[in-house]
């Protein structure tokens, strides 16, 4: 993505005054929505309150709801922002968006489900067993998503390598819709359910006043780990130098001695198995999967790498945790008081309204992009 640099002096044009406008409008909502939040707080029954609640007083949020939609936006993003790292990995290297990676999440989720069901019909899903049983599990949704990763290099994009960047990406939609229809063959349109978990797997715990669902704090800590794990392997180990040096030129990559094909495989590997961990995450928290169930979560973690910066590792996992946040928080601190109806129908929309007011605010994500020398040129 470039972005053009209005000479100094030069006079603006009617689309300058339109995004303009476009950012004062958004970022005076945000205002107005976070004022008429802290003044209901305060007075439920103030004037402002009343005129957008039709003459009724307005809902004062508790501070158990706060820290509820705290810790569920955080988590909920820790799965996106890990999603996210598989598009910015791609994207570093290749240069191009892989729109099937949803479906490598979707596949991993899957994998968990199949994986979990019979543990359950084998009586591991309870009780002391319960952890090796989604140890396993976890391990099996990696690899199924890396094995589909690599597998989708190698078949779809590798033979387009060096073409027009519009060419893979048509191709991934492709791919997104290939995998999406074979899984509803094999299984069926209906969304599977995963086994109900051990009781303390749902259980509140008590964490710095933070009362937090067990499979939450798993999610976080999982998370954590993983994204700790992989800057670890990009930043410290040979194979995590040849990716960055690949990213950065490839042919300058190979004169040094660099296998290029197998670093690009290794990208799609890694990215994969962020999205196997995403995967059986997401199933264990909201514990069921469809054959879609990565169309919308893949979407909206390509938001997050963009919010984030494109190709930033770090930015990716940070878009992420706050996409989550605000799809979580924003309805009900900035819409609800403002008077919009059914708010926590409009997620979806504040996750896209914050990629649009981004991208106005500063066009190369909050932490900036990592583009290859060919990009920045």
Known sequence: MTTAVRVKGAQRTGVDWFLLGLRIVLIGTICVGLLAFIAQQIDPGNAFAKWTHDGEEANRLSRDQF??????????????????????????????????HGEVFMLGAFSGFIASVKLDEAGYWEGNAFIPAVLFTVVLAIVVSTSAAVVMERVAYRPLRGSPRLIPLITSIGVSFFIQNAVIV???????????????????????????????????????????????????????????????????????GIDVNK???????????????????????????????????????????????????????????????????????????LGVNG????????????????????PTGLFGERLSAEDRA
Request: glycine share 14%; charged share 10%.
């Open 263 to 337: 670093t690009i495989v290794t990208t799609f590997a890694v990215g994969g198995a962020m999205a196997g961990i995403a995967g059986i995450l997401w199933g264990l928290l909201f514990k069921s999967v469809i054959a879609t169930t990565g169309f919308l979560p893949g979407i909206k973690a390509f938001t997050a790498a963009v919010v984030g910066g494109v190709g930033n590792l770090g930015g990716a996992m940070a878009g992420g945790l706050s996409l989550g946040t605000a799809e979580s928080m924003a309805p009900l601190m900035l819409l609800e008081p």
């Open 67 to 100: 820290q509820g939609l705290l810790v569920t936006g955080l988590s909920q993003g820790a799965m996106y922002g890990l999603i996210a790292l598989g598009y910015s990995m791609v994207y570093g290297v290749l240069g191009f968006i892989n729109f099937a």
């Open 343 to 362: 708010v926590t129908q409009l997620r979806d929309a504040v996750a896209f309204t914050l990629l649009i007011l981004v991208l106005l605010v500063k």
């Open 186 to 256: 094999l299984f069926g349109p209906g969304a599977k359910g995963y086994p109900q978990p051990p009781e303390w797997f749902s259980k509140k715990y008590s964490i710095l006043s933070f009362e937090i669902e067990g499979s939450k704090i798993i999610v976080l800590i999982v998370a954590a780990i993983s994204m700790a794990g992989l800057w670890y392997f990009v930043e410290r180990t040979k194979t995590g130098k040849a990716m960055r040096a690949v990213a950065e030129d490839k042919e300058i990559a190979a004169l040094m």
